[in-house]
């Protein structure tokens, strides 16, 4: 089959997202589920991840929100990082959203549009990329909080970075702007559960972690990506291989062409720095990654594969990441829709 397989362990997420729940300490884990669960598959993903334990749910903006209600039916809270915009009224009520706003804008269109319909307010602490600022909400919140909005929220800007200055000014920010409301908070994703108590809350909102993905370096791995070998084929050296030539045999080489490449989030820029795994042996990438496929120096193997492993126990996302100059949440979400996507560890 010339179809690149990507498998990816339902059981080994549940996992994750109780590790995480138990690292929240006594506040309660949601799951952030946005880009298709990290480009990993709502319909599958999200369910068990209810069937861990998860309540509350977070996307990007309304539409996801759709697909992970008709994931999980009734019940669980879904919430939109994006507020409400405009137009969006229809699908929040029909899919049962909680949008978190974002400006008072979004707060009067939201009293207008859905009066008496659920809320959460999100607050911009310093990453000054959503949220309402601190002084909106001085003008606004007493209004606000009689209203009751389900959570209070921020994001912080440098939480993988556990000694950057900017995750206590955000942190006393935070508080500043919500401590004797009486209301839920959430001010941690993956990195924010890792620094540690004071940064808890009631609610985290690990995403990446849930996923395999560092900060959380205790994370199981949930995926791999199994590619084809389409065709080997014995070069003498000198000969070059792929786009511009850019790979050149430095002796007789055996080259695989894998069926897999920059369409399906295999990018561009591994060209010439990542590897490929037959089990515990490394074969690197030789000449330029194509669209489609990609060639690999397999002359030191001493046998014939039929597959390669781009993603495996020897090689997780944050290490194929780190030879592609980008980061695992990149690689996770840039994964193309060509793959057969294979379902192990459910249900959980
Ligand atoms: C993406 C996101 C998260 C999850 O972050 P991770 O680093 O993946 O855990 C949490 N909160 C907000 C606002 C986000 O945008």
């Given amino acids: 089959m010339a179809q690149a397989i990507l498998t990816i362990d339902l059981g080994a997420i549940a996992r994750n997202w109780r590790a995480l729940a138990g690292l929240s300490g006594a506040a ?25 334990g998860a309540r509350r749910f977070f996307v990007a903006e309304a539409s996801e929100g759709v697909a992970i209600r008709q994931a999980l039916g009734t019940g669980p809270e879904i919430y939109v990082f ?18 978190l706003l974002n400006s008072p804008e979004q707060v009067a269109r939201h009293r207008a549009a859905l009066p008496g319909r659920p809320f959460g307010i999100q607050f911009d602490t310093g990453m000054n990329r959503l949220g309402i600022e601190e002084a909106d ?65 009631d609610i985290t909102r690990p995403g990446i972690g849930l996923y395999g993905g560092a900060p959380f370096d205790n994370a199981e ?52 720095k990542a590897r490929v795994w037959h089990g515990t042996t490394p074969c690197p990438v030789a000449g330029r990654v194509s669209m489609d496929s990609m060639g690999v120096d397999i002359t030191h193997l001493p046998d014939t594969p039929d597959t390669l492993d781009i993603l495996c126990p020897a090689q997780g996302v944050d290490a194929l990441a780190t030879m592609a100059g980008t980061i695992g949440y990149e690689i996770l979400t840039a994964l193309g829709n060509r793959y057969r996507r294979d379902y192990t560890g459910g249900p959980v």
């Fill in 82 to 99: 994006a507020g409400h915009m405009a137009g969006d009224a229809e699908i929040i009520a029909g899919a049962d959203l909680i949008p």
């Fill in 137 to 201: 909400w001085r003008a606004l919140s007493s209004d606000i909080v009689a209203e009751g909005p389900r959570l209070l929220m921020s994001h912080l800007a440098c939480a993988d970075d556990p000694g950057h200055a900017t995750n206590a000014a955000q942190l006393a920010a935070f508080r500043r702007m919500s401590d004797g409301l009486g209301l839920p908070r959430s001010l941690a994703a993956t990195g924010g559960i890792l620094l540690g108590a004071e940064y808890h809350f």
């Fill in 221 to 272: 791995a949930v995926v791999r990506l199994s590619l084809p070998v389409i065709q080997i084929r014995n070069i003498p050296a000198g000969e070059t291989v792929g786009y511009g030539n850019s790979w050149t045999a430095p002796a007789p080489s055996r080259i695989a062409t894998l069926g897999a490449g920059y369409a399906d989030g295999l990018i561009r820029a591994m060209t010439g």
């Fill in 28 to 52: 309660e884990a949601g799951a952030v589920v946005k880009a298709d669960c990290y480009g990993l598959g709502a319909a599958r993903v999200a369910p068990a991840l209810a069937a861990a």
